[in-house]
């Protein structure tokens, strides 16, 4: 079942990067070619790390899928520029099997220990700083979970989020 739902998840995620442009796959196979252990390899209409890369919880194994799912440019750190970047794969299902870092303009790479995977995100503009509105969801025992979250970025490269269940359709 975990791998039958994982594979469902990898091919929604690899619609979602074909839908986002040429651009964003050109950023998105750039920055894998930094962070992959070996050379990143074509799989459907992305590419993928066949071995995970250093900050992830299976950092070195070769069992584990690497992807790149979104990348949103924006002025997360108290007004200096940085990127988000979404991925999934090479976590544990406490961590809904991806996370999040932030890389900023100096191309540090910032990693929150407790990072999750938070779903599909987009950015907010704010006055000072910009936040990021995610949506995500997971099954826990055949049931689904649906979430929303508002996060504002730290200095650190960590989130404070305000999170809220989105209710069902019906329900």
């Known amino acids: 079942m975990r791998t039958k739902l994982k594979e469902i998840i990898i091919a929604i995620l690899m619609l979602i990067t074909v839908s986002q442009g040429d651009h964003a796959a050109d950023l998105k196979l750039e920055l894998l070619k930094k962070l992959c252990p070996v050379e990143p390899v074509r799989e459907g209409n992305g590419h993928v790390c066949l071995v995970c ?9 070769d069992y584990d899928k690497f992807m790149i799912v ?41 990693v929150d220990e407790e990072r999750e995977y938070l779903g599909i995100c987009r950015k907010i503009a704010g006055k000072n700083q910009d936040l990021l509105e995610c949506r995500g969801g997971d099954t ?4 689904p979970n649906w979430w929303k979250v508002l996060c504002k970025v730290k200095e650190d490269g960590s989130l404070t989020c305000k999170k809220g269940k989105i209710k069902e359709k019906g329900k």
């Open 53 to 61: 890369p250093d900050f992830t919880d299976f950092a070195g194994e």
């Open 70 to 110: 979104q990348i949103i440019e924006g002025s997360f750190l108290s007004g200096k520029k940085a990127k988000f970047v979404g991925y999934f794969g090479c976590e544990p299902r406490i961590r809904h099997y991806g996370g999040y870092f932030l890389l900023t303009e100096d191309e540090r790479l910032l």
């Open 140 to 143: 826990l025992k055949g049931r």
